[in-house]
């Protein structure tokens, strides 16, 4: 693909997502991820009602007229961006890729995080850290993240949340914001994020696509393991078939929505199908509450 094709499918991300963000997200971010705490801005004259607690008694010594300090939300965030870019989110059985939403979604958060000033940056996974891209400010900024999600070419096939939690831990010493964005089709993160929930604020993401939870019956198909290469000839009209699929499925679903409760993280799961924008909504809702 040349760099045109890839300026026009970044551009058709940035216009549909950068509206999104402006319009309908900015507030409910802004409600749902509040600042580090408060920064002194002035001083100004006492007034009916303030809180004493306040009162800026060297002022109001000196003057002889009562004064107050008037504090704001210290707002600039830190948001980082955990991307699973493994083989298995190069799938999709209907509207679009697993990726593609991944994309979207990224998107949108790191839009509607610039709107409120806050700093973005991103870590792009397999089983190996594959990227990372500090935080910084800025609609370059953002444009280059979304360039790097969707035409990024990764070395490894797998995945490894651990691996990517590890390196989060190392690399970001400040507390973050930090969005999973993943399949989770793999296990044994719980430690890493363990640690790593300790220190930031978690909220996992689960995109998946309708056929991986329930696999049709559709008769004989060969099928590729595409995080491992592998052909397997699957037999669809087999009920055991069928339900050892979508017990994988389950058992990686069940992993990750106890680990992210146990650590207190928040999380979310979004289908291919589904209407993200008022999915997104109602989570950013519930966080503000």
Do not use: C
Request: a positive charge.
């Amino acid at each position: 693909m040349d760099a045109s094709e890839i300026l026009k499918k970044v551009r058709k991300i940035e216009i549909k997502t950068k509206g999104l963000s402006k319009h309908i997200f900015s507030g409910e971010y802004h409600s749902a991820f509040k600042g580090t705490g408060m920064s002194f801005r002035e001083v100004r004259g006492y007034n009916y009602g303030d809180d004493v607690r306040n009162i800026d008694w060297n002022v109001t010594a000196r003057t002889g007229e009562a004064h107050i300090k008037v504090f704001e939300e210290d707002r600039e965030l830190t948001v980082m961006l955990l991307i699973d870019i493994s083989k298995s989110s190069a799938f999709g059985s209907v509207n679009q890729f697993k990726s593609e939403l991944t994309a979207e979604i990224a998107a949108v958060i790191a839009f509607s995080a610039i709107t409120n000033n806050d700093k973005v940056g991103a870590i792009l996974f397999t089983d190996q850290v594959e990227k990372y891209i500090p935080p910084k400010k800025g609609k370059k900024h953002i444009l280059r993240i979304i360039r790097e999600v969707i035409y990024y070419e990764p070395e490894s096939r797998g995945t490894s949340l651990d691996e990517a939690l590890v390196y989060l831990s190392n690399i970001q010493k400040k507390k973050a914001i930090v969005f999973i964005l993943s399949d989770f089709m793999t296990q044994g993160y719980e430690s890493a994020l363990s640690i790593a929930a300790k220190k930031h604020d978690l909220i996992g993401m689960h995109l998946y696509d309708k056929m991986e939870a329930n696999l049709p019956n559709i008769g004989v198909i060969k099928t590729i393991d595409s995080e491992t290469g592998k052909a397997v000839i699957l037999d669809t009209s087999s009920a055991k078939v069928r339900n050892k699929y979508s017990q994988w499925f389950t058992d990686n679903y069940e992993y990750y929505n106890a680990v992210f409760n146990r650590y207190r993280s928040d999380h979310v799961s979004i289908n291919t199908e589904d209407d993200y924008v008022k999915t997104l909504l109602q989570f950013f809702k519930k966080r503000s509450a």
